[in-house]
């Protein structure tokens, strides 16, 4: 996935093996430890070949025999997305010059480390969109309901089947964009031909947004996902209100994540086991009660940070002038 994303934007790509440690088993335990020797091996020819000033690190399994390569010889910088850090960073801070944060709860996980508050980063390109634009590039009614429904970038099995079902109650009262992710994309062509022709037109299913996933953001009135970390960046620049159902599967990070934007009165929590029975009434009461969407819409754009990518690139430019090359 990330090689792909890569590729479209033009930066090299150079993978390094790793695997996660924690709650794998016993059985797949060795082979995971291997997988981080031969990433450690991996990371050191990296560092030898590139010669990087800084480190930067957003999580995830590679982050740890990077790190550990990296032998303090290189000044580390961490940015943490989510409200709760993995164990990856958690790991890593020992060794962090600067940690930067998405929200302000995530430095009571770090209390012996200067930690630097920023938001989460947002691209430019989404948004440049206006709602006008985007309404009228995905072919949606100005003055239409919307409803943005999607799941990450692999999709999400149990809200797609969820929203699926709910489709004939749902389009007559609003359009949907419905981003599948290619894995459930067939099931999705499937019941699209079943739908009868005057509810298919209220129906916008993607199997991916590239581009145009601003777009998708710029047009809705109410979003329902995942709660990954982008959620409390993309979410908030829009002002957009959301149903979050976290993976529930991904320790309790999404969870977390949910909570923060719940607590503020800018979003709802849906369970997963739950989705079948409460996503359509939830979603038609949200649609139907105006004043509540619009503020629930204040309270997330309320936690819009603008500056959180600038202040980060000024952070690591310090870093790299203080650090050097590799020797």
Known sequence: MERELLARTGVSFTAIPAAGLHGVGLRRLPGNLMQLVRGYRAARRVLRDFRPHVLFFTGGYVAGPMGMAAGGRTPIALYVPDVEPGLALKFLARMATRIFVTVEETQAFFPK??????????????????REKARKTLHLPADARVLLVFGGSLGARSINKALLEALPRLLPHMYVVHISGSRDWPMVEERLAQLPAKLREHYRPYPYLHETMGAALAAA?????????????EFPAWGLPAVLVPY???????????????????????????????????????????????AMGRAMRALFRPQAAREMVQGLLVLAQEGGSTS
């Open 113 to 130: 480390k200067e930690v630097q508050v920023v938001g989460y980063p947002v691209r430019e390109e989404i948004l440049a969109w206006t």
């Open 221 to 233: 009135d109410l979003v329902v996902s995942r709660a990954g970390a982008s959620t409390l960046g």
């Open 248 to 294: 529930p599967y991904a320790w309790r990070y999404q969870k977390v994540n949910a909570m923060y934007l719940v607590e503020r009165g800018a979003a709802v929590l849906l369970l997963d086991e739950d989705l079948s029975q409460r996503l359509e009434g939830t979603v038609l009461d949200l649609m139907q009660d105006v004043a509540r969407r619009q």
